[in-house]
T-cell receptor
Framework: SQQGEEDPQALSIQEGENATMNCSYKTSINNLQWYRQNSGRGLVHLIL?????REKHSGRLRVTLDTSKESSSLLITASRAADTASYFCATFNQGGKLIFGQGTELSVKP | GAGVSQSPRYKVAKRGQDVALRCDPI?????LFWYQQALGQGPEFLTY????????KSGLPSDRFFAERPEGSVSTLKIQRTQQEDSAVYLC???????????????FGDGTRLSIL
């Protein structure tokens, strides 16, 4: 069963706006990863944040991690139509597996 | 190409038939994973190989599911006596180092969409 809970399940915004997705989990982690999945395709790794990090940036992506609240957020700034996809958080714990959330379906309208 | 390749992309089978799904990981990648993704859900872990050794098969839903990676490169996921609940997308992923070295991304193929009639 999946351990991650993502919020919202679906998000629709206009091009140029920012998109924020949240992820909560229920176990101690070594790291947390965010992936993107375009319709009918595999997952693409976006960013990894270690358990001792609080914030990380990569281009238009900003990820935060709060281990005390067992939560993470992914911010996509200045969104583009090409950002339309499903976004998943995944936790890597001592069990050695990646556990994925249910995902947020993002729609960016031109 | 240099990515993870899965075949076939689509597979339709009748209930009770056996199916075999193939994964070609990125060359030289030590770790190989299989996931099952139901519609509208995130991927769920099935099994993990380190080279040719299957170190974790805790996610396989039943003994009808079998995976192998005999030479430490190509892997096959076999499902025997398929049931309708086996309908899903089966994703394969690889990463360059052993699983315990957790600070590494996984590289995914585009999956096989399996439909059981």
């Amino acid at each position: 069963s999946q351990q991650g809970e993502e919020d919202p399940q679906a998000l629709s915004i206009q091009e140029g706006e920012n998109a924020t997705m949240n992820c909560s989990y229920k176990t101690s982690i070594n790291n947390l990863q965010w992936y993107r999945q375009n319709s009918g395709r595999g997952l693409v790794h976006l960013i990894l944040i270690r358990s001792n990090e609080r914030e990380k940036h990569s281009g238009r992506l900003r990820v935060t991690l709060d281990t005390s609240k067992e939560s993470s957020s992914l911010l996509i700034t200045a969104s583009r139509a090409a950002d339309t996809a499903s976004y998943f958080c995944a936790t890597f714990n001592q069990g050695g597996k990646l556990i994925f959330g249910q995902g947020t379906e993002l729609s960016v309208k031109p | 190409g240099a990515g993870v390749s899965q075949s076939p992309r689509y597979k339709v089978a009748k209930r009770g038939q056996d199916v075999a799904l193939r994964c070609d990981p990125i060359s030289g990648h030590v770790s190989l994973f299989w996931y099952q993704q139901a519609l509208g859900q995130g991927p769920e872990f099935l099994t993990y190989f380190q080279n040719e050794a299957q170190l974790d098969k805790s996610g396989l839903p039943s003994d009808r599911f079998f995976a192998e990676r005999p030479e430490g490169s190509v892997s096959t996921l076999k499902i025997q006596r398929t049931q309708q609940e086996d309908s899903a997308v089966y994703l394969c992923a690889s990463s360059p180092r052993v699983q315990g070295y957790g600070n590494q991304p996984q590289h995914f193929g585009d999956g096989t969409r399996l439909s059981i009639l």
